[in-house]
Nanobody, 121 residues
Framework: VQLQASGGGLVQAGGSLRLSCAAS????????KAWFRQAPGKEREFVAS????????YYADSVKGRFTISRDNAKNTVYLQMNSLKSEDTAVYYC???????????????WGQGTQVTVSS
């Protein structure tokens, strides 16, 4: 199983980006999807997660109200819409898949390669 993240780039503060993460296939232990990020010199941190049906979403306090996670199961794809971006959002963003939603990285079995998001102030 492979996860392919895309959509990162350079954007000015206040701008928007939409990240996508496509899975090569779906297995029983991939119902939950999430995004994490890692800034230089910092630990990987949870950003958002979503359950299989999309009925439950969870966000880190730092992105609540600005980011939206969604999914299209027919396409095996999860999205992260990022609005009102700030310089502190600069990081490599990773998508992940696991059995249940969690804000803990070890709970996820599959990881994408990461996509760089850079927000200039």
């Amino acid at each position: 199983v492979q996860l392919q993240a895309s959509g990162g780039g350079l954007v000015q503060a206040g701008g928007s980006l939409r990240l996508s993460c496509a899975a090569s296939e779906h297995t029983f232990d991939m119902d939950a999807k999430a995004w994490f990020r890692q800034a230089p010199g910092k630990e990987r941190e949870f950003v958002a997660s979503i359950n299989w049906s999309g009925s439950r979403t969870y966000y880190a306090d730092s992105v609540k109200g600005r980011f939206t996670i969604s999914r299209d199961n027919a396409k095996n794809t999860v999205y992260l819409q990022m609005n009102s971006l700030k310089s502190e959002d600069t990081a490599v963003y990773y998508c992940a898949a696991g059995r249940i939603t969690s804000d803990q990285a070890p709970r996820y079995n599959y990881w994408g390669q990461g996509t760089q998001v850079t927000v200039s102030s």
